[in-house]
């Protein structure tokens, strides 16, 4: 699929058939994480794949927002591990997993893998009924599958504003 497409046809899936994504298109959706650009590349992102019942199960005691998703990835870097910017107030952890997990949710859609992005959670929740380290911070879950029949873009999904009130030249 050209990139064009890529951008332009997927939508946030919110029903999912039970489906499961094959091994190859996942390790093509892990692997375009893997090469996503982080600051310094210092690769301080850790992505875990859950697809277990009892995973799953976990998931669904954190997040509403599963939406019958056969394979979760949950998004999480290290933050001990992140370059901190001049100034002191910020670091590279937040916005490098965005990065991957950007790059994780395109890759879905140009295999041809239904996608959604999950923020409605508590991340430290997250962390410990996942059994993370303390180390690692949960940034968001990426739910990967098929779209059940009748699953489609909501009505708002090709609604954008104008590049004049979001785009400014100086």
């Known amino acids: 699929m050209e990139f ?3 951008i332009q046809n ?3 899936c919110k029903k999912y058939s039970d489906r ?4 190859e298109k996942l390790a093509a959706i892990l692997n375009a994480g893997r090469l996503a650009p982080t600051a310094k590349n210092l690769q301080e992102q850790h992505v875990y794949v859950v697809q277990s019942a009892a ?14 998703a056969p394979t979760v990835l949950v998004v999480a870097f290290d933050s001990k591990n ?4 001049p100034g ?5 952890g937040v916005e490098d997993a ?5 790059h994780m949710l395109l890759a879905a859609a140009d295999e041809g893998v239904d996608s959604c992005w999950l923020n409605f959670l508590d991340p430290e929740k997250a962390a410990e009924i996942l059994g993370l380290p303390e180390n690692e911070e949960v940034l968001m879950f990426l739910d990967l ?18 590049l004049e009130e979001t785009v400014a030249y100086l």
């Open 20 to 23: 499961q994504v094959e091994p």
């Open 55 to 68: 995973g799953l199960a976990k998931i669904d005691e954190i997040t509403p927002c599963r939406y019958g």
């Open 98 to 102: 965005s990065i991957v997990a950007t």
């Open 10 to 12: 997927r939508y946030s």
């Open 88 to 92: 002191g107030k910020r670091d590279s």
């Open 82 to 85: 992140v370059f901190t910017y």
């Open 145 to 162: 599958g098929y779209a059940a029949e009748g699953a489609g873009p909501l009505p708002n999904h090709a609604k954008r504003k104008p």
């Open 4 to 6: 064009k497409e890529v």
